[in-house]
């Protein structure tokens, strides 16, 4: 099922509809009949389907769906501790900029900190980039929506550090889903890109499929942080 589909909640559409004609019900959420008979039927329907309905019904998105917890993130340490591989869209920083998939290597063990720092599972390790950079790393497991990795490097010529924030909240088989971010090739402003780690290799056919499974939702409105244009 895309990412973008959903499973409904049959059964409160069914007391919806239940001694009404499915026509009638239809016209009053401004769907279609056949899209009300396929909610029915409890098969998936598009999220901005259900948004509208529930924004129709003046009700919680929650209400009208079902949970599905097929990409949650694994609870498992071994899990993380099993990741080898890591694919990431960048700028090409050693050209001109172009932005493509490059290739990294994963080597995450799980550490023990007694009472101190953030509730979760810590991890820490060496993530290696295609070009030989090591990138020092903490990662923390905190739920089942939520797994992180802060990285570091030093620019042996310079002495600079250089680094790198990973969030995953997806999981598709033994590929966590996620997003980086870091400083641009011009160093002048943050980027955000896919990264996807995994347990084997990926081939491109693969992360194709990933990169359209997955989307990232970029929507930002001032209205949300109390501010009025």
């Given at each position: 099922?895309?990412?973008?589909?959903?499973?409904?909640?049959?059964q409160?559409f069914?007391?919806?509809?239940?001694?009404?004609k499915?026509s009638?019900?239809a016209k009053?959420?401004?769907?279609?009949v056949?899209?009300?008979?396929t909610?029915?039927?409890?098969?998936?329907?598009?999220?901005?389907?259900?948004?509208?309905i529930a924004e129709?019904?003046?009700?919680?998105?929650?209400q009208l769906?079902?949970?599905t917890?097929?990409r949650?993130?694994?609870?498992d340490?071994?899990?993380?501790?099993?990741?080898?591989f890591?694919y990431f869209?960048?700028?090409?920083?050693r050209?001109?900029?172009?932005?493509?998939?490059?290739?990294?290597?994963?080597?995450?063990?799980r550490?023990?900190?007694?009472?101190?720092?953030?509730?979760?599972?810590?991890?820490?390790?060496?993530?290696?980039?295609?070009?030989?950079?090591?990138?020092?790393v903490?990662?923390?497991?905190?739920?089942?929506?939520?797994f992180?990795l802060?990285?570091?490097?030093?620019?042996a010529?310079?002495?600079?550090?250089?680094?790198f924030?990973?969030?995953f909240?997806q999981?598709?088989?033994?590929v966590?889903?996620?997003?980086w971010?870091?400083?641009n090739?011009?160093?002048s402003?943050?980027t955000?890109?896919r990264?996807?780690?995994?347990t084997?290799?990926?081939?491109?056919?693969?992360?194709?499929?990933l990169?359209?499974?997955?989307?990232i939702?970029?929507?930002?409105?001032?209205h949300?942080?109390?501010y009025?244009?």
């Amino acid at each position: 099922m895309p990412i973008s589909d959903v499973l409904p909640n049959k059964q409160f559409f069914a007391d919806l509809v239940d001694d009404s004609k499915q026509s009638a019900v239809a016209k009053r959420l401004r769907i279609s009949v056949g899209t009300l008979r396929t909610i029915l039927q409890g098969k998936s329907v598009s999220a901005g389907t259900i948004e509208l309905i529930a924004e129709r019904l003046n009700v919680p998105v929650g209400q009208l769906i079902l949970r599905t917890d097929d990409r949650w993130l694994t609870m498992d340490p071994e899990f993380y501790e099993s990741l080898e591989f890591g694919y990431f869209l960048d700028h090409d920083r050693r050209a001109f900029g172009e932005v493509k998939w490059w290739t990294e290597t994963v080597s995450i063990t799980r550490v023990v900190h007694g009472n101190a720092g953030p509730p979760g599972v810590h991890f820490n390790g060496v993530v290696s980039n295609q070009w030989g950079n090591d990138f020092n790393v903490s990662g923390l497991l905190t739920n089942q929506f939520h797994f992180s990795l802060t990285g570091t490097h030093e620019v042996a010529d310079t002495g600079d550090l250089i680094s790198f924030d990973a969030a995953f909240s997806q999981q598709v088989d033994d590929v966590l889903c996620g997003t980086w971010s870091g400083i641009n090739h011009f160093e002048s402003r943050t980027t955000l890109f896919r990264i996807f780690l995994s347990t084997a290799r990926l081939s491109r056919e693969k992360i194709r499929k990933l990169t359209n499974a997955v989307r990232i939702e970029t929507h930002f409105e001032s209205h949300h942080f109390g501010y009025e244009d």
